[in-house]
């Protein structure tokens, strides 16, 4: 198919080039149009989609493609800076979970009012130890447990988190691989027998 049978198609068939990481650069640009928002987002999502269109998508009103925009890979920081601040939290979420995203722009969404956002950040592979310290202290237990398990998570902070008044978090303290020895001791004298299953296991596999 040309150009002009696809974007003439129904919508299956746009959706299915729009998602399509060889599809070739002018037809992705011209779908980026579409008057379909799924349409877009497919586009926003791709790997193949330029810098350029990725940055116009950015401006899109449906928040769905600009959450796939602020997930794709390929986004420039800049632009991923701004998304940062974006109206709705879905998209700064994704902006959080980005491999790009600034550790600069991971500060300050730490700091974000939705613990979904909060708990995004702590995904990171960048997240800075000071915010995962930092966020080890979150009114939300999710994202103390997400913290509990990040590996990167300094281990003063993981002695701290063993003593969390959610056994969530404990279990997840338990599990840590980087959980100082003493404190696997401890958490394998919990009263509660997730914690304690963990610290075992825990115990076990660092025998062999």
């Known amino acids: 198919m040309d150009k002009n049978e696809i974007l003439n198609s129904d919508w299956e068939v ?32 791709n790997p193949s989609t330029s810098a350029d269109v990725l940055t116009e998508l950015a401006k899109d009103s449906d928040w769905e493609v600009r959450a796939k925009v602020a997930g794709n890979p390929n986004m420039l920081v800049d632009v991923l800076t701004e998304l940062s601040k974006d109206s709705d939290y879905i998209v700064r979420c994704f902006v959080a979970r980005n491999p ?84 696997l001791m401890k958490l394998a004298e919990s009263g509660n027998s997730v914690v304690r299953k963990n610290a075992a296991k825990n115990q076990v596999q660092r025998s062999f």
Do not use: H, M
């Not at 060889?22 to 980026?32: G, I, K, M, Q, S």
């Not at 979150?138 to 003063?156: G, H, L």
């Open 100 to 183: 790009n995203t600034p550790t600069g722009v991971l500060t300050e969404l730490a700091k974000d009012s939705q613990w979904v956002v909060r708990d995004s950040v702590v995904s990171s592979p960048k997240a800075p130890t000071g915010v995962l310290s930092e966020l080890a202290n979150d009114i939300n237990w999710y994202v103390r447990v997400s913290v509990a398990e990040n590996p990167s998570t300094p281990v003063d902070v993981l002695t701290e988190l063993a003593k969390d008044s959610d056994w969530e978090v404990r279990a997840k303290v338990a599990e840590n691989p980087n959980t100082p020895a003493d404190v």
């Open 14 to 45: 746009r959706a299915k080039v729009a998602k399509t990481p060889n599809t070739p650069a002018d037809v992705l640009t011209e779908l980026a149009k579409d008057r379909d928002w799924y349409i877009r987002s497919f586009v926003a999502k």
